[in-house]
């Protein structure tokens, strides 16, 4: 056995005193060959069932709600207030599943061709087994019973969570949950697996086991194209939605009065500043037309921000790579930076607001990449066209946001120019904040999604891991 | 300019007169160049106005039927009933679509938070420009106005054809009508572009064009795999939606009576030899249990087969490929073979029933593949067990048909079965015919299709090229 290892305590910035093994390959080959047989039963099993099992998955996890909590303050260095938001959120995607699958979900379509004795009923069927590989930034609500897991579970595949190693005592705090309300229910424990791994050798070979057949990822773009193209690779490739990084574009409209300047820069600054802008939604680049040096928008965010108090990142990890992406970004020429003046202490990411101009943001390809954390570049243009061009040419988004006072012509050139980039528009609102509802759409095209067809939040996410069969049967009469 | 290539008339077993020309670079710039602007255009039209465009489409072809008719014939040797057939089929599609778009398509779904001034609209969008490469046996149905033009258009789409070169004066007909529909509606002309390429270096370019979204292709395992290939090792990888080969595995159970066996056996022997066999849905293998020497179902497969007739194959490649993977099974030790004993000429093809044992079957992958032609492989076997735990390791399938009298719980174990392997599970029926409906499900695991969770066929087939985007409005009182 090897030493194991151990989470981070940001707000301590110390390491937790537990300590963690890796899943051993007996482990692994055990916890696997469960697999097959729990697929037959739980593709067996109406939605009311499915639904049951949610159910009480959510009363279990109710039940440990404060062991689960000290685990997650202890790993994440996230607020209470954040953990109630996180906790609700992630109580509220199951019983959002359970109450798709008892009321408009729709197991079979039956048409009936009385004339030929023929009728045909399509099913909506599990595809397998789900790997689902959870996200840094969200121990709860895209982690181990996240979206990816419930949506899962609704659709009636098993699911084999690789513990996300920066909170792996989060995570377990919560597959116990899940196999308890699996016990609760009788039902076959080969259906939920939890699996540690401080590495990502685990994940790799879960890659191309045979026995997976979807993969659900919430991760960088880096990770996210690794985990697409070893799926691909596989002698029988499988699907991978991987919700990855974004810019989250915000346009900025001339129109607006001077008081909803203040406003949006206010909930501009909170959103790229809440829990150290550690968001996959996080505002990232802000387009302003140039009209004086002394533009009232810009200085209404940079006076909002000013009062912004560094918070922990999740991290050491993150903590670095944050400072030197900043570094990377703030190095390019004509890029200049107003930054919080309070000292960071520990693992605090210290925020930074940037500005650089159209054209250096056309022509510097880092200026367009993600920078994860507290972080966001303002950009200058003087010419709508030239806007739209670089909008254009920018690769696909998580979000857009436009600010306005009145929807003119201007705003719908946006919205349909933002239609092709991003799959959700934010009209004067911030995109942070993500809603687990039926319209929801979380995705994009790549590489904010590795399918743009595909939502990673909200009852249609059951769609990434379902299929249909029709049976046809001949003679009916 | 180069020489020209010809399509070759498998009745006349000679070349046709016509001469045609690739598609020239320059030709290809500029038709490529027009197709963001009809995008755009095509985009902002309302289904019903897209259902429109599509009832032009069906009324246009319908006038140019009888020179349609003439390529058709003259290009594949298929016969005038199959003509008949194939057309209904694409004029039913067009208008099965249209009528989906006028009905129970729904653009957008809308939910509103009074108590936040919110409101989320939720809109199904085009995907973008989507590339079709059609198949070379249905120069209609999944060709230049078939299945994935009419579903790509139906999303809002705009369609680029690469004509299949083995029935491009088809193809040419055929997108003529498009075009003068597409004129008759005053639409611009980048909504339908028709591309020619004797080889494949057309269809690689288009592949990895940015200006293609998705690619709808039906043809072979290897071509669809290379596809899928490219289009992922893109900047930005885009869904290909591949429908590939197929054995199309046959249940027979033990508990037919005598006159079902004989009235299976017939339909049978009709739906491999149709048409040469030329379907992804023929039925390839058969699986029957060993009772006696002189199994009854057996005899009576080869009684109605011995009535059949060769007829041409669609050109002589395929004709080669056919006698040449014919040659590959029978060579293998223990197949034994049943074949047709009238003496082919040109390029029919001879059908043939191959023989061999579930170990046989089992130990050698050529016999797991695909003969695409007049071809079936009878597989005995001894043991459900062993046949069950062969039939799990098969690779994805089309379709998996099962003939009994008495629905048992072998069949209950099948049907399970089945349905992890195939889209499409016949109970008593032939696999051919695929049925333009809305509970129709065209594809299954790879390598049926490059992706399980959608189907070629019937109105869902729209799902691939289409997307969605949330459009988040606050402040809406």
Same mark, same amino acid.
């Given at each position: 056995m090897s030493a194991g290892f151990r989470t981070f305590n940001p707000i301590k910035n110390d390491w937790n005193p537990e300590v963690y093994q890796n899943t051993t390959q007996d482990e692994y080959n055990h916890k696997l060959s469960l697999i097959a047989e729990a697929q037959r039963f739980l593709g067996r099993q109406t939605p009311e069932k499915r639904a049951a099992l949610l159910q009480v998955i959510a009363a279990c996890l109710s039940q440990k709600k404060e062991l689960i909590k000290g685990f997650y303050l202890a790993e994440s260095g996230l607020s209470e207030t954040r953990f109630e938001m996180e906790w609700n959120r992630t109580i509220h995607t199951i019983s959002h599943f359970a109450t798709h699958l008892t009321t408009d979900f729709q197991a079979v379509k039956t048409e009936c061709f009385p004339s030929e004795s023929l009728q045909i009923q399509k099913h909506k069927l599990p595809i397998g087994p789900v790997l689902v590989l959870g996200s840094s930034n969200f121990p709860l609500a895209y982690s181990t019973a996240g979206g990816d897991t419930v949506s899962a579970i609704a659709a009636g595949c098993c699911v084999i969570v690789k513990a996300h190693p920066m909170h792996v005592g989060t995570s377990i705090a919560v597959a116990n949950c899940i196999i308890e309300a699996i016990k609760k229910m009788n039902f076959? =424990?080969?259906?939920f697996t939890h699996l540690i791994d401080e590495g990502y050798q685990l994940a790799q070979a879960l890659c191309i086991d045979d026995r997976i057949k979807a993969i659900g990822f919430t991760g960088s773009i880096k990770g996210g194209k690794a985990l697409m193209d070893i799926a691909q690779s596989r002698s029988n490739p499988i699907p991978v939605f991987a919700e990855m990084g974004s810019l989250n574009p915000v346009l900025i409209h001339t129109d607006l009065s001077k008081e909803m300047e203040t406003e949006f820069a206010q909930k501009l600054a909170l959103s790229i500043t809440n829990d150290a802008g550690q968001f996959c939604t996080k505002p990232g680049v802000i387009f302003v037309r140039t =009209?004086?040096?002394?533009n009232h928008f810009v200085q209404e965010l940079k006076n909002a921000l000013s009062l912004i108090k560094p918070v922990p990142m999740l991290h050491p990890q993150i903590h670095r790579n944050f400072e030197e992406r900043k570094k990377e970004v703030l190095s390019i020429p004509g890029v200049q930076s107003f930054s919080c003046a309070i000292a960071a202490k520990g693992i605090e990411g210290t925020w930074c607001l940037a500005e650089t101009t159209l054209q250096d943001f056309a022509s510097n390809s880092s200026l367009q990449?993600?920078?994860?954390?507290p972080f966001a570049l303002l950009v200058y243009y003087q010419d709508v066209a030239a806007l739209n061009q670089v909008l254009e040419s920018l690769p696909g988004q998580l979000t857009g946001s436009v600010f306005f006072r009145e929807h003119d012509s201007q705003i719908d050139e946006w919205t349909e120019l933002l239609c092709t980039k991003v799959g959700r528009i934010i009209l004067n609102g911030v995109p942070t904040g993500v809603r687990v509802v039926e319209t929801m759409h979380h995705g994009g095209p790549f590489p904010a999604s590795s399918d743009v067809r595909f939502t990673a939040v909200g009852q249609d996410s059951i769609n990434r891991f379902q299929k249909d069969v029709s049976i046809q049967s001949q003679n009916i009469t």
């Open positions: 076959p =424990l080969g259906i =009209l004086n040096s002394g990449e993600e920078v994860f954390g």
